[in-house]
């Protein structure tokens, strides 16, 4: 048996099973259900190894007894070709059967990868906040891939030792009563005592399945802000932090490896006193001739296999285990329902979409009122400046109409329909949005730009590029559309991702446009394109701009100044220019032409 196998299972009990018998119903039913020709295929081939295992023992004690009785060697060639024969199927069977069982896991947990993958994205933005992107990468992927063992190897190992386990007590009892007995009341014994190593084991493996936890989130966090860390000086401090959670989990591995040397050893002793046994029992009855010597070998043969099964039980109730453990964070996870439920559907009118916000309050956390009754219009086609404090929450404001939270109360429409009564990707397709920090994928520039969508030819993309007035820009890219962006930013500035951002939208044509500038200051040339991009963008489109810049403004129909979460103003810019106790009128008065607004 192998150490880490058993480790790791042992390693998994750090939490306690609540995984009902109908849940792993349910999960094999589901899983397993529309794959029933393979798993029956794999119960056959594994029905066959188990009898052919069996089968093994009785022709060695055939040709011992026939070597003592008559020794004619054709009979004996006979018997040990069968024997080669037997030997060499059983393997080939057994060989089969992990193939189909391994298929059957694989195909089965694809499924439920690919099940989990699409429920998570289908999550409100608020359980992407309460989960890192490492425990989701943890529950889809390395909880999913303890499955591939649990519906697999578990019923092939559990199921054939158990029934092989059954079969061998059941002829060695036919040769012996009382060495039926005997080896009975071990494999039960043997059972308890692992059951309460299990128990004792559950502490010492929690503690180093926390500290690596910890290491990893501790990586994790490391390599995001990698910039920060380095460019801040932080470096030490995390190489500190490094040894100290290192240290831990080195220490709590020591423990458990010590732990699982114990019992390891216990489990030999156990062995070695239930061989001995065995040995001195069938020995006494050889030698009072009420057995043969082929029989004492066939007793000797089927106990080796019994206490080896009996360990791989042992080892198949840790992955069980480990299995339940997964199988209760997973669930967990399809549990959550999203808080954003798709609508049964509307009609919107065709071009730009009126946009009405009424009496809409938003917290995202109880305690915390982020929008406070909030109500405005704004018609078909106007361009609405977005401007106010950090954190005055006008990116909340957007994250409503995208539907990635709903209102507390109030309600938001758009082509005079009410948002929640939508279907969640018609909305989304009306809508381009362009946010603060535009995330990019690892792929060519046109990958990025169509979201790897092979329908979109080539001369559209370069067509939308040209009418953004963003030929200059996509000239100087050393490979056209082919060039490569990465995801940690690709080379690309702040500003010119917003450029691509335009393309995506632009390729989309919405009927409302949600723009979230980039705070950080641009050099002239970009924001020039940026701005030439973004005026094209708008053109024909109910507009809402969170506006950092000026030049931004001086293009919109009407201002909103947000601030703590309420209008504190909101008319078309010129008469707010011209009000000078507005507060629009105020900054203007602040900043100089270069200065940020916000
Ligand atoms: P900025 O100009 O800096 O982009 P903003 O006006 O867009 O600011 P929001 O991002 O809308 O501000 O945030 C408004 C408030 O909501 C802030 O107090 C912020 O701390 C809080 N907030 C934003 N996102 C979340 C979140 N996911 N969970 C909890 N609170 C949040
Ligand atoms: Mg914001």
Same mark, same amino acid.
């Given at each position: 048996?192998?150490?880490?196998?058993?480790?790791?299972?042992?390693?998994?009990?750090? @939490?306690?099973?609540?995984?009902?018998?109908?849940?792993?119903?349910?999960?094999?039913?589901?899983?397993?259900?529309?794959?029933?020709?393979?798993?029956?295929?794999?119960?056959?081939?594994?029905?066959?190894?188990?009898? +052919?295992?069996?089968?093994?023992?009785?022709?060695?004690?055939?040709?011992?007894?026939?070597?003592?009785?008559?020794?004619?060697?054709?009979?004996?060639?006979?018997?040990?070709?069968?024997?080669?024969?037997?030997?060499?199927?059983?393997?080939?069977?057994?060989?089969?059967?992990?193939?189909?069982?391994?298929?059957?896991?694989?195909?089965?947990?694809?499924?439920?990868?690919?099940?989990?993958?699409?429920?998570?994205?289908?999550?409100?933005?608020?359980?992407?906040?309460?989960?890192?992107?490492?425990?989701?990468?943890?529950?889809?992927?390395?909880?999913?891939?303890?499955?591939?063992?649990?519906?697999?190897?578990?019923?092939?190992?559990?199921? &054939?030792?158990?029934?092989?386990?059954?079969?061998?007590?059941?002829?060695?009892?036919?040769?012996?009563?009382?060495?039926?007995?005997?080896?009975?009341?071990?494999?039960?014994?043997?059972?308890?005592?692992?059951?309460?190593?299990?128990?004792?084991?559950?502490?010492?493996?929690?503690?180093?399945?926390?500290?690596?936890?910890?290491? @990893?989130?501790?990586?994790?966090?490391?390599?995001?802000?990698?910039?920060?860390?380095?460019?801040?000086?932080?470096?030490?401090?995390?190489?500190?932090?490094?040894?100290?959670?290192?240290?831990?989990?080195?220490?709590?591995?020591?423990? @458990?490896?010590?732990?699982?040397?114990?019992?390891?050893?216990?489990?030999?002793?156990?062995?070695?006193?239930?061989?001995?046994?065995?040995?001195?029992?069938?020995?006494?009855?050889?030698?009072?001739?009420?057995?043969?010597?082929?029989?004492?070998?066939?007793?000797?043969?089927?106990?080796? *296999?019994?206490?080896?099964?009996?360990?791989?039980?042992?080892?198949?109730?840790?992955?069980?285990?480990?299995?339940?453990?997964?199988?209760?964070?997973?669930?967990?996870?399809?549990?959550?329902?999203?808080?954003?439920?798709?609508?049964?559907?509307?009609?919107?009118?065709?071009?730009?979409?009126?946009?009405?916000?009424?009496?809409?309050?938003? !917290?995202?956390?109880?305690?915390?009122?982020? +929008?406070?009754?909030?109500?405005?219009?704004?018609?078909?086609?106007?361009?609405?400046?977005?401007?106010?404090?950090?954190?005055?929450?006008?990116?909340?404001?957007?994250?409503?109409?995208?539907?990635?939270?709903?209102?507390?109360?109030? !309600?938001?429409?758009? &082509?005079?329909?009410?948002?929640?009564?939508?279907?969640?990707?018609?909305?989304?397709?009306?809508?381009?949005?362009?946010? *603060?920090?535009?995330?990019?994928?690892?792929?060519?520039?046109?990958?990025?730009?169509?979201?790897?969508?092979?329908?979109?030819?080539? *001369?559209?993309?370069?067509?939308?590029?040209?009418?953004?007035?963003? @030929?200059?820009?996509?000239?100087?890219?050393?490979?056209?559309?082919?060039?490569?962006?990465?995801?940690?930013?690709?080379?690309?500035?702040?500003?010119?991702?917003?450029?691509?951002?335009?393309?995506?939208?632009?390729?989309?044509?919405?009927?409302?446009?949600?723009?979230?500038?980039?705070?950080?200051?641009?050099?002239?040339?970009?924001?020039?394109?940026?701005?030439?991009?973004?005026?094209?963008?708008?053109? &024909?489109?109910?507009?809402?701009?969170?506006?950092?810049?000026?030049?931004?403004?001086?293009?919109?129909?009407?201002?909103?100044? +947000?601030?703590?979460?309420?209008?504190?103003?909101?008319?078309?810019?010129?008469?707010?220019?011209?009000?000078?106790?507005?507060?629009?009128?105020?900054?203007?008065?602040?900043?100089?032409?270069?200065?940020?607004?916000?």
């Amino acid at each position: 048996m192998k150490l880490s196998h058993v480790f790791q299972s042992l390693k998994a009990r750090h @939490s306690p099973t609540r995984v009902t018998l109908q849940q792993y119903g349910t999960l094999f039913a589901t899983y397993l259900g529309p794959q029933w020709l393979r798993a029956c295929v794999m119960a056959l081939l594994l029905i066959g190894s188990i009898v +052919l295992e069996l089968l093994g023992p009785q022709i060695i004690r055939t040709f011992i007894d026939t070597l003592q009785s008559d020794s004619r060697m054709q009979a004996l060639s006979i018997i040990a070709l069968l024997y080669l024969g037997v030997a060499l199927s059983s393997r080939l069977v057994a060989a089969f059967a992990t193939y189909f069982s391994e298929d059957v896991g694989w195909n089965a947990t694809n499924q439920l990868r690919a099940d989990l993958t699409r429920h998570c994205l289908n999550l409100d933005r608020s359980f992407h906040a309460a989960h890192t992107p490492g425990e989701l990468l943890e529950r889809v992927d390395s909880n999913v891939e303890t499955l591939v063992t649990f519906f697999s190897q578990f019923v092939i190992r559990i199921l &054939g030792s158990g029934i092989l386990m059954l079969g061998i007590l059941v002829l060695i009892a036919r040769e012996n009563v009382w060495f039926g007995a005997i080896l009975g009341v071990y494999l039960i014994l043997s059972n308890i005592i692992f059951v309460y190593v299990q128990r004792r084991a559950t502490s010492i493996y929690t503690l180093h399945w926390q500290a690596e936890a910890e290491l @990893s989130g501790f990586w994790g966090e490391l390599f995001h802000g990698l910039e920060d860390v380095t460019s801040s000086g932080a470096a030490h401090y995390m190489m500190r932090r490094y040894f100290h959670l290192q240290r831990r989990e080195n220490t709590t591995e020591i423990k @458990s490896i010590v732990f699982w040397a114990g019992f390891e050893c216990t489990g030999l002793i156990l062995d070695v006193i239930s061989m001995l046994i065995v040995l001195i029992l069938s020995a006494s009855l050889f030698v009072q001739g009420m057995i043969s010597l082929g029989t004492l070998v066939l007793l000797l043969t089927y106990t080796a *296999q019994l206490l080896a099964h009996a360990f791989d039980i042992a080892e198949q109730l840790g992955t069980l285990q480990q299995a339940s453990a997964s199988i209760e964070r997973i669930n967990e996870i399809y549990q959550t329902q999203s808080g954003v439920q798709d609508g049964p559907g509307v009609t919107f009118p065709t071009g730009a979409l009126a946009l009405t916000f009424q009496n809409v309050s938003f !917290s995202y956390e109880a305690a915390q009122t982020v +929008l406070h009754t909030i109500s405005f219009q704004l018609a078909a086609g106007e361009v609405v400046g977005l401007i106010g404090r950090t954190g005055s929450g006008k990116t909340t404001l957007m994250r409503l109409l995208t539907r990635f939270y709903d209102p507390t109360s109030g !309600s938001v429409c758009l &082509g005079g329909q009410d948002l929640r009564q939508a279907r969640l990707d018609d909305l989304r397709a009306r809508i381009g949005l362009v946010t *603060q920090e535009v995330q990019l994928f690892q792929g060519t520039l046109r990958d990025n730009v169509t979201f790897f969508a092979d329908t979109i030819p080539d *001369q559209r993309i370069l067509e939308a590029i040209e009418q953004l007035g963003m @030929s200059t820009w996509y000239e100087r890219l050393p490979q056209g559309l082919d060039t490569e962006l990465s995801s940690d930013g690709g080379g690309l500035s702040a500003g010119e991702a917003q450029l691509l951002a335009c393309i995506r939208v632009f390729l989309q044509q919405p009927q409302l446009l949600l723009l979230d500038e980039a705070t950080s200051r641009l050099d002239p040339a970009t924001e020039k394109i940026l701005t030439q991009a973004t005026r094209r963008l708008m053109a &024909g489109r109910t507009t809402l701009v969170i506006a950092h810049r000026l030049s931004t403004v001086e293009s919109v129909d009407h201002i909103m100044v +947000l601030e703590d979460g309420r209008v504190l103003e909101c008319n078309t810019r010129a008469a707010l220019a011209c009000d000078p106790t507005s507060h629009y009128n105020h900054l203007l008065r602040m900043m100089n032409a270069e200065d940020m607004l916000a």
